[in-house]
């Protein structure tokens, strides 16, 4: 195998691995939205919005360290449930509002759990995706936006869209289209 067809053969593997740690994100949120509709005994689910912001922090010979702020619409044929966090105010809570009633998703644990299982999936897809990129974030700031839609009527593509960009010397970006979940990283390194 000469090193144009191994460069291939290794490109391919790393785009199989990034589609595996994106669908693992898609399936965490997707437990994420069921909470809430078990919680509402909404009767489906036929779309979502989601704007995850993070805001990161890698202390030298530490581990990173991450604020959220994550704000979430799912749409019924009749309904709309919002949830959200802030990382100013409920650091640890994830509450949903439906007509006007307020409730936490989780409890502080659960959250904790469900925010650092999103943290994972965010360094193990930059990871693969910019595997170019050094590994030592130590002392630096990383800003992670993500945004999600999903349609649950919608149709999974044969040939799902996905794309890495170098934005600019400090600024990555990924998207994912599979014809139900419509997945858009940022990553800004300081």
């Known amino acids: 195998m000469d090193d144009k067809q191994s460069d291939e053969s290794s490109e391919q593997d790393d785009i199989e691995k990034l589609k595996l740690h994106i669908r693992d994100l898609g399936d965490l949120l997707k437990k994420f939205y069921r ?18 912001d993070s805001y990161c922090y890698k202390p030298s010979n530490k581990p990173m ?29 994830i509450k949903c509002t439906k007509y006007n009633k307020s409730f936490e998703l989780f409890d502080s644990l659960q959250t904790i759990s469900f925010l650092e299982g999103i943290k994972e999936k965010f360094v193990d897809i ?37 794309s890495k960009h170098k934005i600019d010397e400090n600024s990555y970006k990924i998207e994912y289209d599979d014809g139900i979940y419509y997945i858009k990283i940022i990553w800004i390194i300081r």
């Open 65 to 93: 360290w991450c604020e959220y702020n994550i704000k979430t619409h799912l749409y019924s044929k009749d309904e709309v449930i919002m949830c959200y966090s802030d990382m100013l105010y409920l650091p640890s809570e």
């Open 35 to 52: 909470k809430a509709q078990e919680k509402t005994n909404l009767s489906e689910i036929e779309r979502s919005i989601t704007s995850i």
């Open 126 to 162: 930059f990871d693969i995706a910019f595997s170019e990129v050094p590994k030592n974030l130590d002392n630096q700031y990383i800003t992670i936006n993500v945004d999600v839609y999903t349609d649950s009527n919608g149709q999974i593509k044969e040939n799902l869209e996905i």
